[in-house]
């Protein structure tokens, strides 16, 4: 059934939109609940025996969305040498297969795959698969785009992923369509605020099986492996969710694989030698016994089924209705029967048990005692975690743009291309980094293509919104290439437009950097001010870099467009006035920034300290790796500690009226710049690791790391998919009793946004902002390290059968990325140094967009012929309070999500809790009416039946969360579909 507004007939509806319209208020239209499904679901169950052992067959097949082959390979089966796998061909003969037998279930998890398979199905072929459906016997679990990451993702693009993919679902099966589980199998463990987002769509379980193997046994031994995880500590029950570790991996047991390419097989023929019926009932009586005893109720699940498995699939099942028959006819103590995940689940809720809870995480993850620790793959394939982030970012501007002038838009868009190819990113062997090189060229290509058909839909948009007469469409550019300080416009055009569009939901000012070829430039605003501009030289090191490609660039132009409106854009016309200019200036003044400030020392050129808010801080920064021998692109193994590239690094000091900085060089393949914006609270810098150096035989690891005199005693903070934060204890873990086997690599975290020591007596706090993914920790007091890239010369093992050696125009891969240090003392003033940290992640997750227009004979004419500033709010929304998403939905709607981004207790003005209201917010249209929905907008929050569950609840501070009231608490998201009215 399609999520939509329904009435019981056409006049009552004609009637409550004219008085809602006429009444000129915003209001909530009653509507009709959709009529639950009764054949699928928990409905399609088959029956449980009471009094027996019951044994939950789970076929499954599990499709990595590329890892050795790319996507289109997998699907189709082609280069089938590299690995045997055909997903059309899993799809086709499980559908035959099901129809065969009515006994018989199947679960599908990758939608990416399912619905590219869906389209090229008959008529008659999509009406069978419906019929399946709706009888349970074809279910949906998980139901991502693709099964994704958990370290390495944003939650900002996971729930794009879930939502786009249970749209499709919902839209295509109804209410049948609809997962009620989460099925992590793969990932290489499991984060708090996946578990909150599973709880905040409405699962009623998680599923999963990577954990620290130390930490499995003891959760296996005292029957602890299923538990309630607290997934949230600011959103209380709202963020629970019931947990079910798996026994072994997510394949059969010994000896019951039955897929061609197995070789085991149920012979039931008594006459033939290879008879082995007897013997297969009682190795599967046997496993199943040995796994009932690490379980508390009578029901244990078996995981039938593997990578790619199912090819042909009637030989799998064809085996399981042997092994379902003969077990049960020879067994009064065991039950056999075919199931899904949701049905075990919820067996397991009608045993009524009380089970113990968890508050953090699964990280970091390791196989056994004899394995090494998965932390690499935080970090690995830096440039394509980077370019995920910007994709992302730009996403979220096309949507918004696209929502606010092509209202109605339905079932196809140019911004669709954009979502299927971040879906297929967040895949765990995929933004992880853990992918075959030709694979993760395919995401970048794949990516690339994408974002030009969204820039297609965001040239039309911003042609609305910016003309004057409707006839002056002019065509807009991207600069992808602007974190190496290249673009062809600024380069080539002596007159061009720069439109500077703010995705946030209040204002914010943000300094310009355009790569120039010397010269004299003048930049103004809508108002024809005249802006303060600054040359600055682009590094000698970034000039080299081959990715510049043809860039003559040699100066960044620098100019501060202050206070962009929100959900809006400012213009700023740009003229090269001159080829000529003075030279920057360097400065002997071994500091930096006025507001912040950063100190260096002026023997070893390096940074020796920060003073903020009146307050020095001995901060030293220094590159550093970490020599390497068994790393691959999923494990990280060190040699010893960690060394400096250099102690001394060469640095020239510049400064202007807008910003200062220090370029460093390390060496032949590092260097630096530290950055401070005049009136900013932060540092910034921005380093350029590649092509890094390998001798001896050995890979390196290389990393930024910090160096204070802050008492952390042993904890550091990072952030859970750039949400909430997680105290993390340096050679510890929550669960007792868990041996740490390597002070480094095991005390590796993912960072996904941030990662932070405090010093609770000096009350002083030193926070890093990341602008990608990438794997930190304090391994010494007052120390934080970020590992920045990766070049290895072995594989690791595990499964991607290729060193992580990356190389691009015939040298090792350069990578240029930000950090933004923050630091300072941790006041009660308002917005104290967490908030102003979280309010700069945000804005480093959705930052100001530039897009590049030809700038026409003059800026008289440019001003005359197109609006230079537009604003999609009315005013600004609250600093806590940010617009998560806005795009179009259907039926001439909206997809609307609000996102407290505060944590609790975290500001005494910001953490509170904020009242919501759609009246007369957005410039372009009218909310005339709205309804929520859960987290992934595939039903209404009224129909949201959860299972419950019984455990111990802890106590929490503040106040509950409730779904029914007009208030949005602590990290709190809150979706609606609105209906809209344009002006």
């Known amino acids: 059934m399609e999520l939509m507004w329904r009435y019981r007939d056409f006049t009552t509806a004609v009637l409550i939109l004219i008085l809602a319209l006429c009444n000129g208020k915003v209001r909530r239209i009653p509507l009709v609940p959709s009529i639950p499904a009764t054949t699928c679901g928990y409905n399609s169950c088959h029956e449980v025996d009471p009094n027996k052992l019951n044994v939950h067959l789970v076929a499954h097949t599990h499709d990595d969305v590329g890892w050795l082959k790319t996507v289109d390979e997998y699907f189709y089966g082609l280069k089938n040498y ?38 090229e199905q008959t008529p008659e072929r999509q009406l069978q698969i419906k019929d399946l459906v709706s009888q349970g016997r074809l279910e949906f679990i998980g139901g991502g785009w693709s099964m994704n990451d958990e370290a390495t993702t944003h939650y900002d693009a996971i729930i794009d992923q879930f939502t786009w993919a249970l749209r499709k679902l919902n839209d295509t099966f109804g209410v049948c369509g609809r997962p009620h589980v989460g099925w992590q199998i793969d990932p290489f463990g499991h984060s708090r605020e996946m578990a909150s987002i599973f709880a905040r769509m409405g699962y009623d379980g998680l599923f999963f099986t990577r954990l620290d193997y130390q930490d499995k046994d003891k959760r296996l031994e005292s029957q602890t492996a299923e538990l309630i995880w ?50 297969k009932v009682r190795e599967f009586v046997k496993e199943a016994a040995k796994h009932s005893r690490q379980y508390t109720t009578n029901h244990i699940l078996f995981t039938m089924g593997g990578d790619f498995l199912y090819q042909k699939a009637e030989v799998f099942f064809e085996n399981l209705d042997k092994l379902v028959k003969y077990v049960n006819a020879a067994n009064k103590s065991v039950n056999v029967l075919y199931s899904t995940p949701s049905c075990y689940l919820k067996a397991v809720n009608d045993e009524g048990k009380t089970y113990t809870t968890k508050q953090d995480d699964f990280f970091p993850y390791i196989d056994d005692y004899y394995d090494y620790y998965w932390t690499g793959y935080y970090t690995s394939r830096p440039t394509l975690k980077y370019f995920e982030r910007l994709a992302n970012n730009f996403l979220q501007v096309t949507k918004q743009l696209v929502a606010m002038t092509e ?37 970048a290509k794949t990516l690339s293509e994408a974002i030009e058909d969204a820039r297609e839909a965001a040239e039309i948009a911003l042609n609305q919104l910016m003309s004057s007469n409707g006839n002056n469409a002019v065509e807009v550019f991207n600069c992808l290439r602007l974190n190496v300080s290249a673009c062809d416009i600024t380069e080539t055009e002596d007159r061009f437009v720069v439109t500077v569009y703010n995705p946030l939901s209040h204002e914010v000012t943000h300094f310009v950097r355009l790569p120039v070829i010397g010269g ?14 600054q040359m600055v030289p682009i ?27 929100p959900l809006g854009f400012r213009s700023y016309y740009v003229t090269k006035i001159s080829s000529c200019f003075e030279d920057v200036e360097k400065s002997s003044e071994p500091f930096i920034g006025k507001k912040f400030q950063v100190f260096m020392n002026e023997t070893t050129g390096l940074m020796k300290g920060i003073k903020s808010a009146g307050t020095e801080i001995p901060i030293q920064h220094n590159f550093y790796y970490y020599d390497t021998s068994a790393s691959g692109a999923y494990v990280f193994d060190h040699i010893g500690r960690r060394k400096p590239i250099t102690n001394q690094p060469n640095i020239t000091i510049y400064k202007g009226p807008v910003v200062d ?74 669960t007792p009793n868990i041996k740490i086997l390597d002070h480094i690599a095991g005390n590796y975290y993912p960072v996904t946004s941030r990662i932070l020591i405090k010093d609770e007596t000096k009350g002083l706090e030193l926070s890093l902002l990341n602008d990608r993914a990438q794997g930190g920790s304090s391994i010494l007091d007052g120390d934080i390290e970020l590992m920045l890239h990766r070049r290895l010369v072995n594989d690791d093992a595990k499964g991607v059968c290729e060193e992580l050696d990356e190389t691009a125009y015939g040298k090792g891969l350069l990578a240029r990325g930000r950090h933004y240090l923050v630091a300072g003392p941790r006041d009660d003033k308002s917005p104290n140094l967490d908030a102003r940290a979280r309010l700069l992640a945000q804005k480093n997750l959705l930052q100001p967009w530039l897009f590049f ?31 998560l998403t806005l795009e179009p939905w259907r039926n001439h709607s909206l997809l609307l999500r609000l996102e407290h981004i505060m944590e609790k207790n975290e500001d005494e003005v910001l953490s509170q809790p904020v009242d919501i209201s759609f009246k007369d917010i957005f410039t372009k249209f009218t909310v005339t009416s709205f309804r929520e929905t859960p987290l992934a907008a595939n039903q209404w929050i009224e129909e949201v039946k959860t299972l419950k569950w019984k455990y111990d609840r802890r106590e929490r501070q503040g106040e509950k969360c409730q779904h029914d009231d007009d208030k949005l608490r602590p990290m709190e998201i809150k979706t609606y579909v609105i209906n809209v009215q344009k002006r």
């Not at 992880?432 to 993760?440: C, K, M, P, R, S």
């Open 82 to 119: 590299i690995q045997n796998a055909n997903v059309t061909w899993i799809l086709d003969s499980a559908t035959d297969a099901l129809l065969a037998n009515p006994e018989r279930r199947f679960i599908y998890v990758e939608t990416v795959y399912f619905w590219r398979w869906w389209l």
């Open 230 to 279: 607290e997934g949230s500590a600011n959103l209380d029950e709202a963020g629970d969710i019931f947990t079910s570790i798996i026994y072994g991996s997510y394949y059969p047991p010994d000896g019951f694989c039955f897929d061609i390419t197995c070789g085991y097989k149920m012979n039931d023929n008594t006459s033939s030698p290879s008879y082995n019926v007897d013997n």
């Open 407 to 443: 209202l109605g838009q339905e079932d196809s868009s140019p911004i669709d291309s954009l979502r299927e190819a971040m879906g297929v990113l967040q895949h765990h062997d995929a933004i992880t980094g853990t992918e075959q090189q030709h694979v993760a060229n395919d995401y």
């Open 520 to 533: 004299t430039y003048k930049v103004q605003g809508p108002d024809a001010t005249t802006l303060v501009t």
């Open 539 to 565: 590094p000698p090191e970034v000039i080299a870099a081959p990715e510049r490609e043809n860039s003559t660039a040699t100066h960044d132009l620098v100019f501060k467009a202050e206070n962009l409106p």
């Open 661 to 734: 900085e220090v370029h460093q060089t390390f060496s032949n393949w590092a260097s630096q710049v530290i950055r401070v914006y005049h009136e900013e609270n932060n540092a910034e810098l921005e380093w350029l690791i590649g092509p890094i150096l390998l001798e001896y035989s050995n890979g390196k690891e290389v990393l930024s790391g910090y160096t204070s005199d802050l008492a952390s005693h042993g904890t550091f903070y990072t952030d859970s998919n750039g949400r909430e934060l997680l105290e993390r204890k340096r050679d510890s873990r929550p």
């Open 853 to 883: 227009l030809p700038g026409g004979s003059s800026f008289r004419d440019w001003q005359k012929n197109y609006k230079m500033e537009y604003s999609g709010l009315k005013t600004s929304l609250p600093l806590n309070i940010k617009i």
